[in-house]
């Protein structure tokens, strides 16, 4: 068969199937330069890593505080409660550690 003959294939398709083949071809093309614009789209490609980079550290941060809300003893949390409200109906005691400590750190700054 040389170049200039017509195959036997394409002289039997009708077309409605040429129009077809015709068609699925755009697509294909309409797909392909989409991938294309996609890739060479560096602004978008900079912003789908930051926005992967973030889910994946909020991931992580949420899952670290999970741990370690886990290692924490609930006794911490109610006895911060405890001294709170000790220190509400008694203020003395902690009012005297206060000015003892509040006197110890102008001691040292004023010995620099």
């Given at each position: 068969m040389t170049e200039q003959e017509p195959s036997t294939e394409q002289e039997q398709r009708s077309p409605e199937e040429i129009q077809e083949d015709i068609e699925q071809t755009r697509e294909n093309l309409g797909d392909t330069a989409?991938?294309?614009?996609?890739?060479?789209d560096?602004?978008?490609?900079?912003?789908?890593?930051?926005?992967?980079?973030?889910?994946?550290?909020q991931r992580k941060k949420d899952e670290l505080f999970g741990k370690a809300k886990q290692a924490t003893p609930d006794n911490v949390g109610s006895g911060a409660q405890?001294?709170?409200s000790?220190?509400?109906?008694?203020?003395?005691?902690?009012?005297?550690?206060?000015?003892?400590?509040?006197?110890?750190?102008?001691?040292?700054?004023?010995?620099?």
């Open positions: 989409a991938e294309l614009a996609a890739k060479a560096v602004k978008a490609q900079a912003k789908a890593k930051a926005d992967s980079a973030k889910e994946s550290a405890s001294v709170a000790t220190a509400q109906q008694n203020p003395l005691p902690f009012a005297v550690a206060g000015a003892f400590l509040v006197g110890i750190v102008v001691g040292r700054i004023l010995r620099r």
